[in-house]
C-alpha cells in the first residue's frame, strides 16, 4: 500500500481542560463568493485526503496569497468592492470597533497573543528580512508592561525572538510546538509561567531535520526555492519561485512527504508547511498558556489573538469554542475565517495596540484583578 503523508491519526496530547463559555459569539460565518479562497480551501482538503492531486496543489498555491497578482489586480479593478463591504460587515475593524472590544474587557485582565510574519512585520519576498519596525516594538513592549504577551508563529523560537528581542514576553515558536516563558521576570503578578518550557512534539526532531535536509537538496534546482527550519517543521517558500516550476516543486515535497507518514503538510501565504501529525496547533499552544499563566477556567480574563494566516486560524476556533476572547484577522481582503474583527495590516495592529495600551493606563484607577 502506498503510504501518506496525511492519512494517520493524530495523536492526542495531554491538554488543559477548557473553560465554560463565558461571553456570547456569534457562529462563524464563511464569506460569500470568495472563489479564489473556496478553490484554496479545496485544495487544502485535497492535501488533507492526500490526494495526488497535484493540479489541486498548484490551484491552492496559486491562491495561497491574498496579495497574488491576480487578486490583487481584481481588488484594484473594484471587481470584489462589494464582497469587501458585505465582509466587513461581518468582521469590523478593530479599530472601529474599538469601544465594543473594550467593553467586553471590563472586569477581565486582557492576555494578548501576537502572530510575527504579517501581523508585527510586514511580508516581504526573503524571510530572513522580515523585520519588525522599532516603533512596532515599542508598542508591542508597551503592551507587554500592561497584559501578559505571547508571540505566537511558525517559525523557529529562536528565530522569532531573534525579530521581536523583547526578553519580557512568552514565546511559542513552531505553530505552538516549543514554548517558553519570558527570560526577564514578569511584571504581571498572576504569571506564573516564567519557568515554563513545552515541546510536545520533541520525538519529531530527528525526521524533522531529515526532510529539511532533503528538501534542501532536492529543490536546489528550482530558482527561488527556499526550505526554512523551524525547528519542529519545515517550511518550503514559493514566494520567489517562477509559477512555471511550481508543479515541479509540489511535486518534489509531495514525493518527499510519502515516505513519512507522521509529517502533515498545509499551507500559509506561498509556504508549505511540513508538521507532525500530533493535535497541537497555535491553538492550543493558547490555551496552554493561558493555564500556565494562571488563567485555567477564570471568567475575568479576555484572551486578544491576533494573526493573519491558516495557521491562526486554530487559535481563533478555540476562542470561539470558548465563546471568549476576541479574534482579530490582519487582511486587507475578504478571506473564510473564524476571526470576529479584522485589521488591514500590521501598522493597524500597532495602532490597535497602542489605543489599547492607552486605554489601559487611564482605566488604571478601575480595579481590575
Ligand atoms: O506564524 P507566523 O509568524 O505568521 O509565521 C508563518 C510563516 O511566516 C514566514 O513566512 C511568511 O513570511 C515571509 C516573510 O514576510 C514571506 O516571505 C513568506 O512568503 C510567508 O509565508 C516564515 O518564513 C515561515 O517560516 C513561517 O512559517
Same mark, same amino acid.
Given at each position: 500500500?502506498?503510504?501518506?503523508?496525511?492519512?494517520?491519526?493524530?495523536?492526542?496530547?495531554?491538554?488543559?481542560? *477548557?473553560?465554560?463559555?463565558?461571553?456570547?459569539?456569534?457562529?462563524? #460565518?464563511?464569506?460569500?463568493?470568495?472563489?479564489?479562497?473556496?478553490?484554496?480551501?479545496?485544495?487544502?482538503?485535497? $492535501?488533507?485526503?492526500?490526494?495526488?492531486?497535484?493540479?489541486?496543489?498548484?490551484?491552492?498555491?496559486?491562491?495561497?496569497?491574498?496579495?497574488?497578482?491576480?487578486?490583487?489586480?481584481?481588488?484594484?479593478?473594484?471587481?470584489?468592492?462589494?464582497? #469587501?463591504?458585505?465582509?466587513?460587515? #461581518?468582521?469590523?475593524?478593530?479599530?472601529?470597533?474599538?469601544?465594543? /472590544?473594550?467593553?467586553?474587557?471590563?472586569?477581565?485582565?486582557?492576555?494578548?497573543?501576537?502572530?510575527?510574519?504579517?501581523?508585527?512585520?510586514?511580508?516581504?519576498?526573503?524571510? !530572513?528580512?522580515?523585520?519588525?519596525?522599532?516603533?512596532?516594538?515599542?508598542?508591542?513592549?508597551?503592551?507587554?508592561?500592561?497584559?501578559?504577551?505571547?508571540?505566537?508563529?511558525?517559525?523557529?523560537?529562536?528565530?522569532?525572538?531573534?525579530?521581536?528581542?523583547?526578553?519580557?514576553?512568552?514565546?511559542?515558536?513552531?505553530?505552538?510546538?516549543?514554548?517558553?516563558?519570558?527570560?526577564?521576570?514578569?511584571?504581571?503578578?498572576?504569571?506564573?509561567?516564567?519557568?515554563?518550557?513545552?515541546q510536545p512534539a520533541s520525538e519529531f526532531l530527528p525526521m524533522?531535520?531529515?526532510?529539511?535536509?532533503?528538501?534542501?537538496?532536492?529543490?536546489?534546482?528550482?530558482?527561488?526555492?527556499?526550505?526554512?527550519? *523551524?525547528?519542529?517543521?519545515?517550511?518550503?517558500?514559493?514566494?520567489?519561485? !517562477?509559477?512555471?516550476?511550481?508543479?515541479?516543486?509540489?511535486?518534489?515535497?509531495?514525493?518527499?512527504?510519502?515516505?513519512?507518514?507522521k509529517?502533515?503538510?498545509?499551507?500559509? #501565504?506561498?509556504?508549505?508547511? /511540513?508538521?507532525p501529525?500530533i493535535?497541537?496547533?497555535?491553538?492550543?499552544? $493558547?490555551?496552554?498558556?493561558?493555564?500556565?499563566?494562571?488563567?485555567? !477556567?477564570?471568567? *475575568?480574563? $479576555?484572551?486578544?489573538?491576533?494573526?493573519?494566516?491558516?495557521?491562526?486560524?486554530?487559535?481563533?476556533?478555540?476562542?470561539?469554542?470558548?465563546?471568549?476572547?476576541?479574534?482579530?484577522?490582519?487582511?486587507?481582503?475578504?478571506? !473564510?475565517? *473564524?476571526?470576529?474583527?479584522?485589521?488591514?495590516?500590521?501598522?493597524?495592529?500597532?495602532?490597535?495596540?497602542?489605543?489599547?495600551?492607552?486605554?489601559?493606563?487611564?482605566?488604571?484607577?478601575?480595579?481590575?484583578?
Amino acid at each position: 500500500m502506498t503510504k501518506q503523508s496525511v492519512v494517520v491519526p493524530e495523536v492526542a496530547v495531554p491538554m488543559p481542560p *477548557n473553560s465554560a463559555p463565558l461571553l456570547p459569539y456569534p457562529p462563524p #460565518r464563511a464569506a460569500p463568493g470568495v472563489a479564489v479562497r473556496k478553490k484554496y480551501l479545496q485544495a487544502q482538503l485535497d $492535501l488533507g485526503a492526500g490526494l495526488p492531486l497535484i493540479n489541486g496543489w498548484v490551484e491552492s498555491m496559486r491562491a495561497s496569497s491574498p496579495t497574488h497578482a491576480k487578486a490583487a489586480a481584481a481588488l484594484a479593478a473594484g471587481a470584489v468592492d462589494d464582497e #469587501r463591504t458585505a465582509w466587513m460587515v #461581518r468582521h469590523p475593524s478593530a479599530l472601529s470597533k474599538f469601544e465594543q /472590544i473594550v467593553a467586553a474587557s471590563k472586569g477581565k485582565k486582557i492576555v494578548m497573543f501576537l502572530d510575527y510574519d504579517g501581523t508585527l512585520s510586514p511580508i516581504v519576498d526573503d524571510p !530572513d528580512s522580515a523585520f519588525m519596525s522599532d516603533t512596532m516594538r515599542r508598542a508591542v513592549r508597551s503592551a507587554a508592561k500592561h497584559f501578559p504577551t505571547a508571540i505566537v508563529s511558525g517559525r523557529c523560537r529562536d528565530k522569532v525572538f531573534e525579530f521581536v528581542k523583547l526578553a519580557e514576553l512568552y514565546y511559542a515558536g513552531s505553530h505552538g510546538m516549543d514554548i517558553k516563558g519570558p527570560a526577564k521576570a514578569s511584571r504581571h503578578k498572576k504569571a506564573k509561567a516564567k519557568g515554563v518550557l513545552f515541546q510536545p512534539a520533541s520525538e519529531f526532531l530527528p525526521m524533522i531535520e531529515q526532510v529539511h535536509d532533503a528538501l534542501i537538496e532536492k529543490t536546489n534546482c528550482i530558482p527561488g526555492a527556499k526550505v526554512e527550519n *523551524n525547528k519542529f517543521c519545515v517550511s518550503v517558500h514559493f514566494r520567489c519561485v !517562477d509559477e512555471k516550476s511550481w508543479t515541479t516543486l509540489a511535486e518534489i515535497v509531495k514525493a518527499e512527504l510519502k515516505d513519512y507518514p507522521k509529517l502533515k503538510l498545509t499551507q500559509g #501565504r506561498m509556504v508549505f508547511e /511540513i508538521r507532525p501529525t500530533i493535535k497541537w496547533d497555535k491553538g492550543k499552544a $493558547l490555551e496552554f498558556l493561558l493555564e500556565s499563566l494562571g488563567f485555567a !477556567d477564570c471568567t *475575568n480574563v $479576555l484572551p486578544v489573538y491576533i494573526g493573519d494566516d491558516r495557521t491562526d486560524e486554530d487559535a481563533f476556533k478555540v476562542l470561539r469554542k470558548r465563546g471568549q476572547g476576541i479574534g482579530i484577522l490582519v487582511s486587507k481582503y475578504p478571506k !473564510d475565517t *473564524n476571526a470576529s474583527y479584522s485589521l488591514q495590516e500590521p501598522a493597524e495592529v500597532m495602532e490597535f495596540l497602542l489605543r489599547l495600551v492607552e486605554w489601559e493606563r487611564l482605566s488604571r484607577a478601575r480595579p481590575m484583578w
